[in-house]
């Protein structure tokens, strides 16, 4: 059967690909944030995970407000990146493991979640960015296949915490008995802290940054008990999709050692932050 | 007989400013009703031949999506605080900056009420 190896939890900043395309990598203003995910490439590198889900929302870039799935997983067999208005980005196209995608949506229909099939779509920076991140943009092929799964935490109502700390584990469910010897790695992408609209915009809250990025290694049944607003409060309008690490977290056993953590403010106007989670 | 309700708001739903959490607008039923016009035509921005007719022609460009008077002035003076208000979400109208460049911070800052070194020092703690 597959092998959940590890868990990864990271921000999806725009302006970390921004940066990226621009070469600022090493600029005195992102070296720090860029640097902080060294450990975790030479974890990937050494582990080799076949499979990436990573879990993560679209900016309405690829889907509009005509028709808005909780939950989608992706079962394609290619993922391109979209088109945010800058024109799509010069990332070569993700490969996706659609035989793994199918087996996940029936555990997930079988154990009462139903999200909808999406067998063609492109993704946007909320896939991009951490697979750049912890795999660095290869020049022609990804050495990784993706699982999108798509959570609407745009708009209301979004899903609640603690479905999607449980949405983690069926997804666990559904690795452990996928007839394979593939190795997964689980991504739970967004965050950390920030607004970008209305007369709170530039939010920030660093405090509880790092506060989460204790609290999601040893208290997540806590983190998932809380409710919308709170995260909304906490961690800003747009800060709220934090939420989409507990389905990562959700995938993992409840003893985890944290490998690697990384906490950089402000990425553009976000609280930027990465974790890397091994079960003990 | 049942009556039928276009998806878009039918421009008559007042502006909201009635948020649950102070100063936080988020995109709930009443929101995204109100701003489904301003927000479809923003996401016909990912397409680069509508960023083209934007360019070109922008008071027609909007029109073809139907925004009433007080959405397309809040679009031709980028007046982004409004756009907000009346129901437009930043991820679709930050689009418009990929045809008419400003910064995201200078879109915080605006919505704020602040100038955009103040905006960075208050709020994101930087040095400027």
Redesign the interface.
Known sequence: MATLIGGLGTSHVP?IAAAMDKGLRDTPEWQPFFDGYLPAQEWIRYHRPDVAVVIFND???AM???RVPTFGVGCADEYHP??????PRQVPPFRGAADFSWHLIDTLVENHFDPEIIQEIKVDHGLQVPMELFWGRPENEWPVTVVPIFVNV???PIPLPSRLYNLGKVLRRAIESYDSDQRFVVIGTGGLSH??????????NPDADQQFLRDIADRPDELAGWSR?KY??TF???GGELIMWLVMRGALNQQVTVRHRHYF??A??TGAGMILLEED | MTQTREPAGSGHEPARDDDTIPDTPLLDRKRQLRGYRINKMAMGLGDPANREAFKADEAAYLDRFGLNAEEKDAVMRRDWREMIRLGGNLFFILKISAVDPIRITEIGAHQVGMDHETFLRERLGKKV
């Open positions: 302006s900016h309405y870039n509009f407000l005509d979209v088109d945010e208005g800058w024109g745009l708009q209301y607004q970008l609209q209305g007369a709170r915009a530039g939010f920030l607003e909304v409060q800003g309008s747009e403010a402000p553009s106007m």
